[in-house]
């Protein structure tokens, strides 16, 4: 199985600052078929259920604020929110949809400082 | 505009069976993955199964801890995955979600699961 690993476990940043995540795989996740990284990250809110923020590593989901972007390649990723807004708290979690079975990382919680 | 929809959750005894409904609408579901996902009480998200479009064989893949016990089909005359529960556990007890294909673009809200004796 591929593992992924996220960090930090949790975050506190004051609003308006940059936020960071990061997901290692431990396998890499890109594609030759394609060209494509099979990598995605949602975002949980307290009481609701995930969304996706970002699919194919990099490409933003339909409504999601450009804020949030993902960059990496292989088994290296990372979500940034660029301006944390107090709508951002949440839990965010990346996927690996390459292999089977489909693995997430064990999530990172985002807080306001 | 997509929505999916979960139902059949409730409460129900280890060992005990239950069929769980995820309704798909604004997409072309025949052509569609489907993708089931749970999450436990307080704890993160868990791949549960897949299944792929009949063009891509209508195979499905499950996660080890429920492979043998569960079953995902798919009724596209219906837009409907569903997914059937037996000998379920404690450790079954999550929110079950469904989400569109591998890359999960789309969720439902999701039906709780409370296996306990």
């Known amino acids: 199985d591929i593992v992924m690993t996220q960090s930090p476990a949790s975050l506190a940043v004051s609003l308006g600052e940059r936020a960071a995540i990061n997901c290692k795989s431990s396998?890499?996740?890109?594609?030759?078929?394609?060209?494509?990284?099979?990598l995605g990250w949602y975002q949980q809110r307290a009481g609701q259920p995930p969304k996706v923020l970002i699919y194919?590593?990099?490409i933003r989901g339909s409504g999601v604020p450009d804020r949030f972007s993902g960059s990496g390649s292989g088994t290296d990723f990372n979500l940034t929110i660029s301006s944390l807004q107090a709508e951002d708290v949440a839990v965010y979690y990346c996927?690996?949809?390459?292999?089977?079975?489909?693995?997430f990382g064990q999530g990172t919680k985002v807080e306001i400082k | 505009e997509v929505q999916l929809v979960e139902s059949g959750g409730g409460f129900i005894q280890p060992g005990g069976s239950l069929r769980l409904t995820c309704a798909a609408s604004?997409?072309?579901?025949?052509?569609?993955?489907m993708t089931w996902v749970r999450q436990a009480p307080g704890k993160g998200l868990e791949w549960v199964g897949r299944?792929?479009?009949?063009?891509?064989?209508?195979?499905?893949d499950y996660a080890a801890p429920v492979k043998g016990r569960f079953t995902i089909s798919k009724d596209d005359s219906e837009n409907t995955m569903y997914l059937q529960m037996d000998s379920l556990r404690t450790e079954d007890t999550a929110v079950y979600y469904c989400?569109?294909?591998?890359?999960?673009?789309?969720w439902g809200q999701g039906t709780l699961v409370t296996v306990s004796s």
């Open positions: 989400c569109s294909n591998t890359d999960c673009l789309y």
């Open positions: 604004g997409f072309t579901f025949k052509d569609a993955w």
């Open positions: 299944i792929r479009s009949k063009a891509d064989g209508g195979t499905t």
């Open positions: 396998q890499s996740v890109f594609s030759t078929s394609n060209n494509k990284n099979f």
């Open positions: 194919w590593a990099s």
């Open positions: 996927q690996q949809y390459l292999g089977t079975p489909q693995t």
